[in-house]
Protein backbone atom coordinates (compact mmCIF):
# COMPACT_ATOMS: atom_id res chain seq x y z
CA UNK A 1 0.00 0.00 0.00
CA UNK A 2 2.65 2.61 0.76
CA UNK A 3 4.21 1.68 -2.24
CA UNK A 4 1.29 2.19 -4.49
CA UNK A 5 0.84 5.72 -2.81
CA UNK A 6 4.44 6.20 -3.36
CA UNK A 7 3.91 5.97 -7.08
CA UNK A 8 0.81 7.76 -6.98
CA UNK A 9 1.96 10.83 -5.30
CA UNK A 10 5.49 10.72 -8.27
CA UNK A 11 2.89 10.69 -10.89
CA UNK A 12 1.43 13.37 -9.33
CA UNK A 13 4.04 15.61 -9.29
CA UNK A 14 5.24 14.76 -12.70
CA UNK A 15 1.99 16.04 -13.87
CA UNK A 16 1.70 19.20 -12.06
CA UNK A 17 5.72 20.09 -12.93
CA UNK A 18 5.00 20.79 -16.53
CA UNK A 19 1.69 23.24 -15.80
CA UNK A 20 3.64 24.96 -12.99
CA UNK A 21 6.81 25.35 -15.67
CA UNK A 22 4.03 26.82 -18.77
CA UNK A 23 3.13 29.92 -16.74
CA UNK A 24 4.31 32.38 -18.80
CA UNK A 25 6.37 35.31 -17.65
CA UNK A 26 5.46 38.59 -19.40
CA UNK A 27 7.50 41.34 -19.21
CA UNK A 28 6.73 45.16 -20.04
CA UNK A 29 10.08 47.27 -19.58
CA UNK A 30 9.20 50.99 -20.14
CA UNK A 31 11.95 53.64 -20.99
CA UNK A 32 11.52 56.88 -20.35
CA UNK A 33 14.45 58.12 -22.00
CA UNK A 34 13.24 56.40 -25.23
CA UNK A 35 9.43 56.85 -24.71
CA UNK A 36 9.32 53.06 -25.39
CA UNK A 37 7.60 49.84 -24.05
CA UNK A 38 8.85 46.28 -25.13
CA UNK A 39 7.18 43.55 -24.06
CA UNK A 40 8.61 40.23 -23.88
CA UNK A 41 6.99 36.37 -22.81
CA UNK A 42 9.47 34.09 -21.57
CA UNK A 43 12.10 35.62 -22.38
CA UNK A 44 11.57 36.67 -26.30
CA UNK A 45 10.52 40.07 -27.50
CA UNK A 46 6.83 39.87 -28.80
CA UNK A 47 6.22 43.58 -29.14
CA UNK A 48 7.86 47.45 -28.79
CA UNK A 49 5.62 50.26 -28.67
CA UNK A 50 5.38 54.15 -28.98
CA UNK A 51 4.51 55.38 -25.04
CA UNK A 52 3.87 58.37 -23.15
CA UNK A 53 5.23 58.83 -19.98
CA UNK A 54 4.97 61.75 -17.51
CA UNK A 55 5.01 65.11 -18.91
CA UNK A 56 7.23 68.42 -17.21
CA UNK A 57 5.85 68.75 -13.81
CA UNK A 58 4.92 64.99 -13.04
CA UNK A 59 6.28 61.54 -12.78
CA UNK A 60 6.35 57.95 -13.73
CA UNK A 61 7.72 56.28 -11.13
CA UNK A 62 10.94 54.38 -11.95
CA UNK A 63 11.44 50.40 -10.55
CA UNK A 64 10.25 47.03 -10.74
CA UNK A 65 7.02 45.71 -10.35
CA UNK A 66 3.84 43.70 -10.71
CA UNK A 67 0.99 43.94 -12.13
CA UNK A 68 -2.04 44.68 -9.30
CA UNK A 69 -5.28 44.72 -11.17
CA UNK A 70 -6.81 45.50 -14.21
CA UNK A 71 -9.70 47.29 -15.54
CA UNK A 72 -10.84 47.06 -19.01
CA UNK A 73 -12.97 50.41 -18.78
CA UNK A 74 -11.80 52.36 -15.80
CA UNK A 75 -11.83 56.31 -15.84
CA UNK A 76 -9.56 58.34 -13.83
CA UNK A 77 -10.93 59.97 -10.39
CA UNK A 78 -8.08 61.99 -10.11
CA UNK A 79 -7.76 63.23 -13.23
CA UNK A 80 -11.73 64.34 -14.53
CA UNK A 81 -13.00 61.32 -14.92
CA UNK A 82 -10.42 60.67 -17.83
CA UNK A 83 -10.68 57.58 -19.53
CA UNK A 84 -8.02 55.03 -19.18
CA UNK A 85 -9.23 52.00 -20.89
CA UNK A 86 -7.64 48.73 -20.91
CA UNK A 87 -5.84 49.88 -17.86
CA UNK A 88 -3.05 47.46 -16.11
CA UNK A 89 -2.01 49.15 -12.37
CA UNK A 90 1.18 48.47 -10.79
CA UNK A 91 1.93 51.35 -8.80
CA UNK A 92 -1.11 52.80 -6.91
CA UNK A 93 -2.78 55.31 -9.35
CA UNK A 94 0.05 54.61 -11.84
CA UNK A 95 -1.46 51.81 -14.99
CA UNK A 96 -0.04 51.68 -18.34
CA UNK A 97 -3.19 52.29 -20.30
CA UNK A 98 -4.51 53.36 -23.82
CA UNK A 99 -5.06 56.90 -25.28
CA UNK A 100 -6.42 58.78 -27.43
CA UNK A 101 -3.99 61.11 -27.73
CA UNK A 102 -2.01 59.55 -30.98
CA UNK A 103 -0.22 62.60 -31.93
CA UNK A 104 1.85 62.98 -28.43
CA UNK A 105 2.90 58.86 -28.37
CA UNK A 106 6.90 59.03 -28.58
CA UNK A 107 7.40 62.14 -25.96
CA UNK A 108 6.37 62.97 -22.21
CA UNK A 109 2.74 63.94 -22.46
CA UNK A 110 1.06 62.43 -19.10
CA UNK A 111 0.29 62.47 -15.75
CA UNK A 112 2.66 60.02 -15.00
CA UNK A 113 0.80 56.81 -16.67
CA UNK A 114 2.31 54.96 -19.47
CA UNK A 115 -0.03 55.48 -22.15
CA UNK A 116 -0.17 53.77 -25.36
CA UNK A 117 -2.13 52.97 -28.62
CA UNK A 118 -5.43 51.75 -27.84
CA UNK A 119 -4.71 49.00 -30.13
CA UNK A 120 -1.55 48.60 -28.35
CA UNK A 121 -3.01 48.45 -24.83
CA UNK A 122 -6.00 46.13 -25.66
CA UNK A 123 -3.41 43.33 -26.59
CA UNK A 124 -1.07 44.07 -23.64
CA UNK A 125 -4.17 43.85 -21.68
CA UNK A 126 -5.50 40.58 -23.56
CA UNK A 127 -1.71 39.16 -22.65
CA UNK A 128 -1.86 40.53 -19.21
CA UNK A 129 -5.29 39.10 -17.96
CA UNK A 130 -4.50 35.98 -19.80
CA UNK A 131 -0.95 35.38 -18.43
CA UNK A 132 -2.23 36.45 -15.05
CA UNK A 133 -1.26 39.55 -13.40
CA UNK A 134 0.91 37.83 -11.19
CA UNK A 135 3.07 36.34 -13.67
CA UNK A 136 3.16 40.22 -15.10
CA UNK A 137 6.01 42.39 -14.35
CA UNK A 138 6.44 45.97 -14.95
CA UNK A 139 9.85 47.69 -15.51
CA UNK A 140 10.20 51.29 -15.77
CA UNK A 141 13.61 52.71 -16.34
CA UNK A 142 15.10 55.83 -17.10
Given at each position: ?70 S ?24 V ?43 V??
Open positions: MRKLLLAVSASLCLLVQPMAASASNLVASISISNQTMTVTQNGIVKHRWKVSTARKGYVTPLGNYSAKWAKNHRSRKYDNAPMPYAIFFHGGYAHATFDLKRLGRPASHGCVRLHPDNAAQFFSMATHNGLKNTKIITR
